[in-house]
């Protein structure tokens, strides 16, 4: 049992997780499976406190440091869902659980649209872990729409179950090579059925599947944890950075505009303090 567990691996989640380090709480921090790509990516940032004119890259490497320093520890998992447990939270990452007892929320804003049919199918034939759901579709036919390459072993585990696995990836140089998996250009616009999703449409063509794999390395944080108060596609909160849900904090871009590193960091480092104040109580 945790006493933190903060989910996100930009600015405001490398400042919750170094704040309770120092703090000397328990922690367990979920960074996901690459780095902050908006951070590296950034050409040059001007309103970083004493950090003027630092690229991205640069940036994101003075982070590193940080913590390897203080000796911050990363769990390099995407946490697919939170669960309320009467007075803590489980935390289910892959195949594995974890218990804390408060969750800052550090997941950004999700830059990729939800599918026409994806919440309404979720958990009727969508599903957002490989390794979770996979045996459901032992010998089955299943599409994946995959984000990032960093998921591709996971594909790859699923060619070891189902009978045929359609990968559907946003980015070049897909490097799945399973013999039955089989490669589609194109987005999909659609997911339809009855009970259950049967169907991916695309504009010019569609496929009869019996399950979707979306594979993403963060998600709205309204899927993460039932019950969050969102508005506008940002989490409701207090000055304290407290949610609607008891224990529960967000910070950085998820809980608002501007989108900012310097705010990220400096809300992360709210909300821990936040949370520490919650546990004395």
């Known amino acids: 049992m945790y006493d933190i567990a903060i989910i996100g691996g930009g600015p405001a989640g490398y400042s919750a997780a170094i704040n309770a380090k120092i703090l000397n709480r328990s922690y367990i921090w979920f960074t996901g499976k690459t780095p902050p790509k908006k951070v590296i990516k950034a050409e040059l940032i001007r309103n970083y406190l004493g ?6 890259e640069n940036l994101f490497s003075a982070f590193e440091s940080h913590i390897a320093a203080l000796g911050v520890e990363k ?3 995407v946490v697919t869902g939170v ?3 009467d007075g803590k939270y489980a935390l289910l990452a892959g195949k594995n659980e974890y218990e804390a007892r408060t969750v800052i929320l550090c997941t950004g804003v999700e830059t ?5 049919g994806e919440d309404e199918f979720l958990g009727r034939g969508v599903s957002y872990c490989a390794t979770c759901d996979g045996n459901f579709y032992r010998g089955k036919d299943i599409a994946v729409l995959c984000y990032d390459k960093a998921f591709e072993h996971e594909i790859e585990y699923l060619c070891t179950l189902a009978h045929t696995v359609h990968v559907i990836p946003t980015y070049k140089d897909c490097g799945v090579k399973a013999a039955n998996a089989h490669m589609h250009e194109g987005y999909p616009v659609k997911f339809t059925g009855g009970m259950r999703l049967e169907k991916v449409l695309f ?11 979306v594979l993403r390395n963060s998600f709205s944080p309204a899927k993460l944890v039932h019950g969050l108060k969102t508005e506008g596609g940002h989490i409701v909160v207090n000055r304290a950075l407290a949610t609607n849900l008891d224990g529960v904090f967000a910070a ?23 949370a520490v104040e919650y546990l004395s109580k």
């Open 252 to 274: 950085g871009d998820c809980a608002g505009r501007p989108y900012q590193y310097a705010k990220s960091a400096g809300e992360g480092n709210i909300a821990v303090h936040s």
């Open 112 to 116: 990729a649209r939800p599918i026409d």
């Open 83 to 85: 669960y309320d447990l």
């Open 51 to 56: 950090l003027s004119d630092i690229s991205g």
């Open 75 to 77: 769990t390099p998992e």
């Open 203 to 213: 504009k010019n063509g569609e496929l009869a599947v019996d399950g979707v794999f």
